[in-house]
């Protein structure tokens, strides 16, 4: 649609509401406001005019703020601990340097939308090098910030690391294949480690079907928003209208979560018991690489690598990997250092204290790609055993995956 018929029949630009659940209350707890354009025949979203830059920038500004006027208006209505999330181009804030959207946003507090329920969404596509003391001297009044849209992932988290975004939104468009791209894991296991780190709450959006809502509750989503939930609308939604179906869903969630974990705790024990059995039967063997032998015919089918390291993570054995042609030596691993993995050291305080194995979390080898997991085991005081499990015997125990 072209601008100049927007822009001169502002009248037919409305908002609509996209509703934001939680995980912790399972009901509505914010509306993202969305730009629409309503003519004789249908609904259309403004999307498109908001991001074509040959638009001057002053239509787009204007009609921004129609839609808002239009949305706090009706926003009076809701109860007063509803957020409001606002979307907002840094380059257009950076106009007039906010002051524009915040008059606007002061003159509703008046009226009784307090500045602590305004989430101000900021993309982070063209981040603009002033935006943060914009942004810190918005939060001086209580408005929190959510970073949006991922143009690459070191921008992204050098941006939250910078900015300490309140939420920072994730886009699950990339998990409606059912086998997203692993690179996809990576970037939001380091997204859900530096927002965990500097208190920021993760929001899942494009959540299109049950299996992208149970990956976000898994990934420590604490809001929840797309297509599944409700999409977008006129008119506010019942805060309260899925809060039995997403309290049966998280149930359900709940349920195969336990049963995973239990099912990996019989596993470890089931590893422990078989590997003291296994010692017990080899301890004639005096030198490392022949116990590594003597297990491997053990774990045939199971561990595609085994290694021995002292409890500081210098390898005191070679490596024993599978080949195709059966099991292979690699001498150049003695002597080389694990203790930079993350959790080695507290593994290995734990087995020491413990005196049992740790199966650790699932992760991507180095070397192969492949996903894995290590048992872990104390052979003695100081030396302790690791095996790598092979991809297909996880892929025969599901629930390790």
């Given at each position: 649609m072209d601008a100049l018929d927007i822009m001169s029949d502002l009248d037919h630009v409305i908002p609509y509401f996209q509703p934001i659940f939680s995980a912790d209350e399972h009901r509505i707890i914010?509306?993202?406001?969305?730009?629409?354009?309503?003519?004789?025949?249908?609904?259309?979203?403004?999307?498109?005019?908001?991001?074509?830059?040959?638009?001057?920038?002053?239509?787009?500004?204007?009609v921004d703020n129609v839609v808002l006027k239009k949305a706090m208006e009706k926003a009076l209505t809701l109860d007063n601990d509803v957020l409001l999330f606002i979307n907002r181009s840094e380059e257009l804030l950076m106009n007039d340097?906010?002051?524009?959207?915040?008059?606007?946003?002061?003159?509703?507090?008046?009226?009784?939308?307090?500045?602590?329920?305004?989430?101000?969404?900021?993309?982070?596509?063209?981040?603009?090098?002033?935006?943060?003391?914009?942004?810190?001297?918005?939060?001086?009044?209580?408005?929190?910030?959510?970073?949006?849209?991922?143009?690459?992932?070191?921008s992204l988290l050098d941006r939250i690391g910078d900015l300490k975004p309140d939420i920072v939104k994730v886009d699950l468009v990339p998990l409606r294949s059912m086998n997203p791209p692993q690179a996809f894991h990576e970037i939001l296991y380091s997204?859900?480690?530096?927002?965990?780190?500097?208190?920021?709450?993760?929001?899942?959006?494009?959540?299109?079907?049950?299996?992208?809502?149970?990956?976000?509750?898994?990934?420590?989503?604490?809001?929840?928003?797309?297509?599944?939930?409700?999409?977008?609308?006129?008119?506010?939604?019942?805060?309260?209208?899925?809060?039995?179906?997403?309290?049966?869903?998280?149930?359900?969630?709940?349920?195969?979560?336990?049963?995973?974990?239990?099912?990996?705790?019989?596993?470890?024990?089931?590893?422990?018991?078989?590997?003291?059995?296994?010692?017990?039967?080899?301890?004639?063997?005096?030198?490392?690489?022949?116990?590594?032998?003597?297990?491997?015919?053990?774990?045939?089918g199971i561990a595609f690598r085994i290694y021995i390291c002292d409890e500081d993570g210098f390898q005191k054995s070679p490596n024993l990997i599978k080949m195709e042609k059966g099991w292979d030596i690699q001498p150049e691993y003695i002597q080389k250092n694990w203790s930079w993995r993350p959790y080695f050291l507290e593994n290995i305080v734990k087995m020491r204290k413990e005196k049992k194995g740790i199966l650790s979390d699932l992760y991507h080898d180095i070397e192969t790609g492949d996903a894995t997991r290590t048992f872990s085991f104390p052979l003695n005081g100081y030396d302790y055993l690791f095996i790598d499990l092979s991809y297909d015997f996880l892929y025969k125990h599901n629930q390790l995956l």
């Open positions: 914010g509306y993202e406001i969305l730009g629409r354009y309503q003519d004789s025949e249908k609904v259309i979203s403004l999307g498109p005019f908001f991001r074509d830059r040959s638009i001057p920038d002053e239509f787009r500004i204007e340097s906010g002051e524009d959207l915040l008059q606007l946003l002061l003159k509703y507090q008046e009226k009784g939308i307090s500045l602590n329920r305004i989430v101000l969404e900021i993309s982070n596509e063209d981040p603009h090098h002033q935006i943060d003391h914009l942004l810190n001297y918005y939060r001086t009044f209580g408005i929190k910030i959510a970073i949006d849209k991922m143009k690459n992932t070191s997204l859900s480690l530096l927002a965990r780190k500097i208190g920021a709450a993760l929001l899942f959006k494009n959540i299109e079907m049950v299996y992208q809502l149970q990956f976000a509750w898994k990934n420590g989503g604490r809001y929840y928003q797309g297509y599944y939930l409700e999409g977008p609308s006129g008119q506010f939604v019942p805060r309260d209208s899925l809060k039995n179906k997403l309290k049966t869903e998280f149930h359900e969630f709940i349920i195969y979560e336990k049963r995973k974990l239990e099912a990996i705790v019989t596993i470890t024990d089931e590893f422990q018991s078989r590997l003291q059995v296994i010692l017990n039967k080899t301890r004639k063997y005096n030198e490392y690489e022949d116990l590594l032998g003597a297990l491997a015919k053990d774990l045939e």
